[in-house]
C-alpha cells in the first residue's frame, strides 16, 4: 500500500458526472480498486437529473478521498476547468464517469512518469463497443509500443505514429504535471469535443513523454445512446478547425515538410471529411435537401479535401474505395455512400464497429 496525504495527494482524477447513475459507481469502484492509494477524485455533478449526484455523495461519505462538488449543468469543459482550479495533486488524470480503469493504471504511470523525469505518460486503451441492447461489446485496443522521448526532437518526430495510434487524442489515458498545466495556463474550451484542444496545447512544447503499450482504460461507447442522434449541426466546421490546429501544430514544430507526419494529417482529415458527410445523410440531418446536396459539395470540393485526397495513403482497400467519391467531386456518389454509413451504424452496430476499427 502506498502513503497517503490528504493535503497534497499524488495524482488529482477529475471526472465529470451528467446523467451517468447506471455507470458513475463502476467508475468510482475501479479508482477504489487502485494499488496507487493516494490520490483525490474531484468528481463534478454537472446538474444532474438523474440519480448521479446521490451516487457520487453516498461513496463519497464512505471514502474521504472523493470530493463532489455539485454545479448547474454547463456541460463537460467548464466541470473539468472547475475541479483543476480545485486540484491539489502532483498529477493529473481525467477520466469520464461512463468509463473504468484498470487496477495498475495510476500506479504504472506515476512510476514511470517519476522514474524517467517525464512531462507526460501515455498508455495503451480499449474501445469497449456495446451492441443488442448493451449486453455484448467488440474491444478494440489503441496503442504503441512502450517507449521513452528523452528529447523534444524525438517526440515530434515519432508523433504521427502516436496519433495514427489514437494515443494523442484523448486526455483519459495520460497523466500530466499539474503545475505545467498551472504554468501554460491551459484549460478546456467551451466547446464541443473540447478535449483535443486541450492536449494539442499540453504537447505542444513538451519535452519529455513516455509511453506505455499496455491498455488500462476502458473508454465505453454506448452504440444505442451515442448513435441514435447522430447528426451534429456544425460538424464540419468543427473538423476543419481542428485540421487547421494541426496543420498550426506541425508548423511549430518545423515538420510540414516531413512525408510521414503530413500524410496522417491529410489521412486523418480526409477520413474525418467522410464522417462529416455520413453526419449529413444521417435520417436525424433536418437539413432541406438542397441545403444537404450544396453542403457535400463544398465539403468534397474543397482545396483542403482535394489536396488531402491526394496525399492520404488509406490503410485499407476499403478506406481506398470510400474516397472514390471526393476524389471525382462526385456529389451524388457521396451523398450514397453517406446514407449507406448511416443505415449501417444504425442497423448494424456491430458491423459498423468492425468496419471503422479495419479502417
Not at 493535503?7 to 447506471?22: E, G, L, Q, T
Not at 469497449?128 to 496503442?143: A, I, M, N, P, R
Not at 461507447?221 to 451515442?226: D, F, T
Not at 489536396?307 to 478506406?319: E, G, K, T, W, Y
Amino acid at each position: 500500500m502506498s502513503s497517503m496525504s490528504l493535503d497534497k495527494p499524488r495524482v488529482s482524477v477529475i471526472m465529470p458526472a451528467y446523467n451517468v447513475d447506471a455507470y458513475v459507481g463502476r467508475a468510482v469502484e475501479s479508482l477504489q480498486r487502485q494499488t496507487l492509494e493516494d490520490f483525490e477524485l474531484l468528481a463534478i455533478d454537472d446538474g444532474s437529473t438523474d440519480r448521479t449526484g446521490d451516487i457520487l455523495e453516498r461513496m463519497a461519505s464512505r471514502d474521504i478521498r472523493i470530493n463532489v462538488i455539485h454545479q448547474d449543468n454547463a456541460g463537460a469543459p467548464i466541470a473539468r476547468n472547475h475541479a483543476l482550479d480545485l486540484a491539489c495533486g502532483t498529477y493529473v488524470m481525467f477520466m469520464d464517469a461512463d468509463d473504468w480503469i484498470e487496477p495498475h493504471m495510476l500506479a504504472d504511470l506515476v512510476e514511470l512518469l517519476e522514474k524517467q523525469h517525464l512531462e507526460l505518460a501515455i498508455s495503451g486503451f480499449y474501445i469497449d463497443t456495446y451492441y443488442d441492447g448493451e449486453e455484448q461489446h467488440l474491444s478494440e485496443v489503441k496503442s504503441c509500443p512502450d517507449q521513452i522521448f528523452n528529447t523534444q526532437a524525438e517526440f515530434r518526430a515519432a508523433a504521427w505514429k502516436l496519433f495514427d495510434a489514437n494515443q494523442l487524442y484523448p486526455p483519459w489515458n495520460k497523466l500530466f504535471l499539474r503545475q505545467r498545466i498551472e504554468d501554460l495556463g491551459i484549460r478546456f474550451r467551451p466547446t464541443f469535443w473540447d478535449d483535443f484542444p486541450f492536449v494539442l496545447d499540453y504537447i505542444r512544447d513538451v519535452k519529455k513523454v513516455g509511453v506505455l503499450s499496455h491498455p488500462y482504460y476502458h473508454f465505453i461507447r454506448q452504440r444505442s445512446e451515442s448513435e441514435t442522434t447522430r447528426w451534429r449541426p456544425g460538424m464540419y466546421e468543427k473538423r476543419e478547425e481542428e485540421h487547421s490546429w494541426m496543420l498550426d501544430l506541425y508548423q511549430h514544430w518545423g515538420l510540414e515538410g516531413d512525408p510521414a507526419s503530413m500524410e496522417m494529417v491529410q489521412r486523418r482529415y480526409i477520413e474525418r471529411l467522410i464522417g462529416c458527410i455520413e453526419n449529413a445523410c444521417d435520417p436525424a440531418c433536418d437539413l432541406p435537401d438542397a441545403e444537404r446536396r450544396d453542403l457535400i459539395e463544398k465539403m468534397i470540393s474543397s482545396d483542403r479535401a482535394q489536396l488531402a485526397v491526394q496525399i492520404a495513403r488509406p490503410h485499407s482497400f476499403m478506406m481506398s474505395m470510400m474516397l472514390l467519391p471526393i476524389r471525382t467531386k462526385n456529389v451524388g456518389l457521396a451523398m450514397a455512400e453517406g446514407a449507406f454509413i448511416a443505415h449501417v451504424m444504425h442497423r448494424n452496430a456491430k458491423t459498423f464497429a468492425m468496419l471503422k476499427a479495419r479502417r
